[in-house]
C-alpha cells in the first residue's frame, strides 16, 4: 500500500524542511516567549522536547503504543517530580500528538479531500467513509469523557502499560498463526458504519495506556472484513479524528498549565519533531506491512513488557 507517490516527494521533502526550519528558530527563542506567568522551576528542556517528540511520532500509528512509551520515557527522564509538573507533563504526552495529526493530514490528504467532496454531496465514497469514521468515533468519544479521570488516577503508571504490552504482543501472535490477515477482504469504501460502529467500540480499550490505538482499532478492523491495507489505513483515518478531540478536549483542560510550565517554544518543537517523526513512522509501517510479517511488534511488545516488568520489580522506576 502506498501513500505516497514518487511525484510528491519534493514536496515531502519542502514540507519537512519547513518544520525543521521553524523548529532551528524556535531553538534560539527563550522557552518562556510569549507567556505572561511564572514558568516553573522545574521546565522542560530543548532535548527532553525533541525526545518526547522522536517517540509520540514515531510510535503512534505502530501498533506498540505511544502512551506507554510516553509514560516510560517520562520516567527515564525523570521529569515531572511535583504535582504541578507532572499533570503539564501527562497534558503535554497528549498534546504532542498535534505533530502527529498533522502527520496523516498531509499524508492521507486526497483521503480528507474525498471525505470534504462527500459532504459537498460531490463523492459518494467519501460520504461513506465520513458517516463510518463518525460512527467509529462517537462511542470512543463518550466512553472516554466518562472515564477520563478513572484512566488517568489509575492507569498512568508503568505497572498497568507493562501489562497491556504483554496482552497486546500475544494478541498479535495470535493473529498471525492463525491468518487471520487476509488480501481478500472488503475495501475501505465497503465499510458500513454498523461495521464501523464496532471498531469504534473496541478502540475504546486503548484509554488503557499499552493497549495501542492503532492496535486495537487494525485487529477490530480485520475482524470486522476489511484487508490489512484497508484496515491500517482506516486505522490512521480514525487516529487523525480521535487523536484531534482528545487534543482539544486536553488542552482545554490542562492547555495553560502545560504553558504555565514549559513556555511555548520547547513544546512547539516538540510538535515539529513530532511531525517529522509519524511521517515516517507511518510510511515505514505502510511499506513493511505490504512486504513482511505483522508479528514483529507482537515479538516487540512482548519483549518490552517484559523489561519493564523487570525493571519496576527490580525497583529501578
Not at 499499552?210 to 480485520?222: C, F, K, M, Q, Y
Not at 482539544?248 to 511555548?264: A, H, R
Not at 513530532?274 to 510510511?283: D, E, G, K, P, Q
Request: aromatic content about 10%; proline content about 3%; hydrophobic content about 55%.
Amino acid at each position: 500500500m502506498k501513500t505516497v507517490l514518487p511525484r510528491q516527494k519534493n514536496k515531502h521533502r519542502t514540507l519537512c524542511t519547513l518544520f525543521v526550519s521553524f523548529g532551528f528558530l524556535a531553538l534560539s527563542v527563550d522557552p518562556a516567549f510569549g507567556v505572561g506567568h511564572q514558568i516553573s522551576s522545574e521546565t522542560l528542556s530543548i532535548w527532553e522536547a525533541v525526545i518526547f517528540g522522536i517517540v509520540e511520532g514515531l510510535t503512534e500509528f505502530l501498533p506498540i503504543s505511544s502512551t506507554g512509551h510516553l509514560l516510560a520515557t517520562k520516567e527515564i527522564l525523570n521529569v515531572g517530580q511535583t504535582e504541578l509538573t507532572e499533570t503539564a507533563i501527562d497534558s503535554y504526552i497528549v498534546s504532542i500528538q498535534i505533530g502527529a495529526i498533522f502527520a496523516v493530514a498531509f499524508l492521507y490528504r486526497q483521503r480528507l479531500m474525498q471525505m470534504i467532496l462527500g459532504i459537498r454531496g460531490k463523492s459518494a465514497e467519501g460520504k461513506q467513509m465520513l458517516s463510518s469514521l463518525i460512527a467509529a468515533f462517537i462511542p470512543t468519544a463518550v466512553i472516554g469523557l466518562a472515564a477520563a479521570d478513572f484512566v488517568k488516577d489509575k492507569l498512568y503508571a508503568l505497572w498497568p502499560v507493562a501489562v497491556a504490552w504483554i496482552a497486546g504482543g500475544i494478541c498479535i501472535l495470535v493473529v498471525e498463526r492463525r491468518d487471520a490477515i487476509s488480501a481478500s477482504g472488503k475495501k475501505l469504501e465497503e465499510l458500513t458504519p454498523q461495521r464501523a460502529l464496532l471498531i469504534g467500540l473496541v478502540q475504546a480499550l486503548a484509554l488503557w495506556p499499552g493497549v495501542s490505538r492503532s492496535l486495537v482499532t487494525i485487529l477490530a478492523a480485520l475482524f470486522v472484513g476489511l484487508t490489512l491495507k484497508a484496515a491500517v489505513e482506516f486505522s490512521f483515518l480514525l487516529g487523525f479524528i480521535t487523536l484531534s478531540a482528545a487534543t482539544i478536549f486536553e488542552l482545554g483542560t490542562d492547555g495553560q498549565t502545560v504553558i504555565d510550565s514549559f513556555g511555548y517554544a520547547t513544546p512547539l518543537i516538540g510538535l515539529c519533531v513530532a511531525f517529522i517523526a509519524a511521517v515516517l513512522s507511518v510510511r515505514f509501517m505502510v511499506d513493511w506491512l505490504e512486504k513482511k510479517s505483522f508479528a514483529v511488534f507482537g515479538y516487540y511488545r512482548i519483549a518490552v513488557g517484559i523489561i519493564a516488568a523487570t525493571l519496576l520489580s527490580a525497583g529501578y522506576f
